[in-house]
Every structure is written in C-alpha cells, then in structure tokens.
Nanobody, 123 residues
Framework: QVQFAESGGGLVQPGDSLQLSCKAS????????IGWFRQVPGKEREAVSC????????NYLDSVEGRFTISRDNAKNTVFLQMNSLKPEDTAVYYC????????????????WGQGTQVTVSS
C-alpha cells in the first residue's frame, strides 16, 4: 500500500524557516519523481517544487525561488522541502505527491498523495 507521511509543519513567524519531510512507504521512492504541492481553502492545489528520481529539481512558483529547496534521501525513502524566509502567503497545507515516472518533466502524471501538513506563517 502506497503511503506518504508528511511532517514538519507548524506555526511560525515571518522570516522563520521550516523543513518539511515526506516519508514514503509501500514503494521504492527512489524510482520516482516526487513533488511538493500546497493548497489553501477555496483555491486549487498548486505545484511548488519537484525533484527527479536522483537529481535535478524544479521550482514551479516564482514566489519561492531562492527560498525553498527540495531534496531527497532515497536510502531513507524521504523527500524534504526546506523553506526559508517564510511569508504569510506561504500559509497552506503542504502535500507531497508521486509522479508516474522518474522525471518531473515529460510524459507522466501525479498519481498519489499524502494527507498533508499545515504550515501557518503569522506574526
């Protein structure tokens, strides 16, 4: 059974940092591209970052460029999202998702998701 366990969210102040973790089980995470998404109530889920099966990563939002970094440890079946200089507009539920293949680009689709972890940035 494919499962994700996201963790690391919380309530922080503007300018603070958080590291989110996405621990996968039920499959070999090292064979797939993994992404982070976020969603606020009333809005569609948006893609934040993606990392290929071994290296190569992408940020999909200009607003997180230079602040968010995605990384992975395939030996631990875990993907991370380091978020620095957090802003109130980063407040959302953050999800990790698995792509159908090893790369963030090209043919493929997002096929499974975690339950999410809440990130709230407020003074």
């Amino acid at each position: 059974q494919v499962q994700f366990a996201e963790s690391g969210g919380g309530l922080v102040q503007p300018g603070d940092s958080l590291q989110l973790s996405c621990k996968a089980s039920g499959f070999n995470l090292g064979s797939y591209a993994i992404g982070w998404f976020r969603q606020v109530p009333g809005k569609e889920r948006e893609a934040v970052s993606c990392i290929n099966w071994n290296t190569g990563s992408y940020n999909y939002l200009d607003s997180v460029e230079g602040r968010f970094t995605i990384s992975r440890d395939n030996a631990k079946n875990t993907v991370f999202l380091q978020m620095n200089s957090l802003k109130p507009e980063d407040t959302a539920v953050y999800y990790c998702g698995r792509r159908s293949g090893p790369f963030c680009t090209g043919a493929g689709e997002w096929i499974s998701w975690g339950q999410g972890t809440q990130v709230t940035v407020s003074s």
